[in-house]
Each structure stands twice: as structure tokens, then as C-alpha cells.
């Protein structure tokens, strides 16, 4: 059990990496948000593009290796 609690950690760790780095930078950032940022098509149907998708997958496996790593902290 823990050797597979590890593998399945270890994997998830180098795909949260590599998805991290992959992703662009947002460009808004704080100022966007006090300002309103722009409200194009675009920015309403972000979640459906390639990087929302790739936004959405990082929190999953984010809060996967959270979960994760407090199963082999009781494991261990």
C-alpha cells in the first residue's frame, strides 16, 4: 500500500511540475482586477479554452497531492 501511495505521489508530483510550468502568466494580475479587465468573448468563455483546461487540471492534481501527502503522513 504505501509503495503505491508513493508511486501514484511521485507521478502526480512531476505532472503538477510540469503543468505549472507549462502555463502562461496572467498579465492582468491586480491591476485588472481593479480595473475591470476587459470583457470580451474570450474572457467569458476562458474555461473552455486549452489553458482553462489546463488551469482547471492543476488545482485538481494540486488538491490530489495535498490529500496525498496527509494519507502517507497517517501511513507512515
Keep these: 500500500m504505501k509503495t503505491i501511495l508513493i508511486?501514484?505521489?511521485?507521478?502526480?508530483a512531476v505532472v503538477l511540475t510540469v503543468l505549472?510550468?507549462?502555463q502562461s502568466n496572467d498579465d492582468e494580475g491586480?491591476?485588472?482586477t481593479i480595473t475591470g479587465?476587459?470583457?470580451s468573448?474570450?474572457?467569458k468563455n476562458k474555461g473552455r479554452t486549452t489553458e482553462g483546461k489546463m488551469k482547471k487540471?492543476?488545482?485538481i492534481l494540486g488538491i490530489?497531492?495535498?490529500?496525498l501527502a496527509i494519507a502517507l503522513g497517517m501511513v507512515y
Excluded: D
Design 7 to 12: 508511486i501514484i505521489y511521485a507521478i502526480i
Design 20 to 22: 505549472t510550468l507549462i
Design 30 to 32: 491586480a491591476s485588472g
Design 37 to 39: 479587465g476587459s470583457s
Design 41 to 43: 468573448f474570450y474572457e
Design 57 to 59: 487540471t492543476t488545482i
Design 64 to 67: 490530489a497531492f495535498i490529500i
